[in-house]
């Protein structure tokens, strides 16, 4: 949880103001991500201790443990291609004081049917809300409280951002995370 207010934390750099039609406000807030591929070729399958190893274009191997939850790994064979996408995404929204949120922790699991090629999806997202205790605009830095009562003091990107939240504003924080992972024949 500290972990997650000290990104946010340093999200506050990049606040931005969404408008509504009429040019009032209808909220403030940043939605960052990144996302890595990783695309290999299978190069052995060892069914009984559930590892395939694969190898990428830079010629790296590793081995991956899959899990039993993994439905239709006899179905992967050496030659195929193996693609994982891993997302990591922070939003974060000032809110008005008391504004009931859906703070929490939510896991999605989705998978391949039996018999068909193996793929599936994890989305792991965790919401909460930190209160703006400090504001330093020399020194870069917010302090926020969360739910928790604890403090963290960290240094945003942007300090000039900082002009775009106050001492008392709410954020909702949203953390998410996310891996998919298919199999295709060449």
């Not at 008392?168 to 891996?179: H, P, Q, R, S, W």
């Amino acid at each position: 949880m500290v972990l997650m207010i000290a990104l946010a934390a340093m999200m506050v750099a990049g606040c931005a103001s969404f408008k509504k039609s009429d040019g009032t406000d209808e909220r403030s807030g940043i939605v960052r991500g990144k996302v890595a591929v990783l695309t290999a070729t299978v190069v052995a399958v060892d069914l009984k201790k559930r590892i395939v190893t694969l190898k990428d274009a830079q010629g790296d191997v590793r081995d991956m443990k899959v899990g039993k939850e993994a439905r239709n790994l006899s179905q992967v064979k050496v030659g195929d291609i193996v693609t994982i996408k891993f997302l990591e995404s922070i939003a974060v929204e000032v809110i008005k004081p008391g504004t009931a949120t859906g703070a929490g922790a939510t896991t999605t699991i989705v998978r391949a049917k039996p018999g068909e090629m193996p793929g599936g999806m994890i989305t792991r997202q965790s919401a909460m809300t930190a209160t703006v205790k400090a504001l330093d605009k020399e020194a870069g830095t917010i302090s926020l409280m969360g739910p928790n009562g604890k403090t963290v003091k960290v240094k945003v990107i942007d300090p000039a951002n900082l002009d775009k939240v106050n001492v008392g504003d709410e954020l909702m924080i949203t953390f998410t995370e996310a891996e998919a992972i298919s199999v295709e024949r060449p």
